[in-house]
């Protein structure tokens, strides 16, 4: 999924991209309930960023209901997915390990990678993760993929464009 939640950092950062989402999530469900990204731990705290298992109806999103979003399917196998889940495991029990990468966001603009162990900014930790598990959506280093990237990617099947909150699944909540 790209979204985007209307905040100040992501206003700041359409200013310079152009593009329509600047935040990537992961997610494994429609329902988007299986959903991780590097951002905010905290809605209220933009400065506080890492890794998140996002939760729509308490997270982030919650505080921003106006978000659009662009949902996509790629298809993968079994064994990918098992991959994929494997190395999120690392996340998931390391959680406070890992910071939020500004400085690899900035490493983009200026179209020189900047990584650092432990250290991810969203688009890099979805593409990192595909491609950890086999999956290769471009040649480029996961450190300078953006959101509009996997937008702008023939592998990905549209499944829905526009208010988050006006998506089905997510609508039954």
């Not at 990468?101 to 200026?110: A, E, Y």
């Not at 990237?149 to 609508?171: H, S, T």
Request: charged fraction near 25%; include cysteine; charge should be positive.
């Amino acid at each position: 999924m790209l979204s985007d939640t209307g905040t100040l950092f992501t206003n700041v950062i359409k200013t310079y991209t152009k593009a329509p989402y600047n935040h990537a999530s992961l997610a494994f469900d429609a329902e988007l309930k299986e959903m991780y990204s590097f951002g905010r731990k905290n809605p209220k705290n933009p400065l506080n960023g890492g890794f998140v298992k996002e939760d729509i109806l308490t997270g982030t999103y919650s505080k921003y209901r106006n978000t659009t979003c662009v949902i996509y399917r790629l298809q993968v196998t079994e064994r990918e997915i098992e991959k994929m889940k494997r190395i999120l495991e690392v996340f998931i029990k390391n959680n406070n390990k890992f910071l939020y990468n500004i400085l690899g966001v900035i490493g983009v603009s200026l179209k020189e990678p900047v990584e650092f162990s432990n250290s991810y900014f969203c688009s890099q930790f979805v593409a990192d993760i595909l491609y950890r598990s086999g999956i290769k959506l471009s040649d480029k280093l996961p450190a300078m993929v953006t959101p509009e990237d996997f937008r702008k990617n023939d592998q990905m099947e549209l499944i829905y464009e526009g208010k988050l909150f006006d998506y089905a699944p997510v609508k039954q909540h």
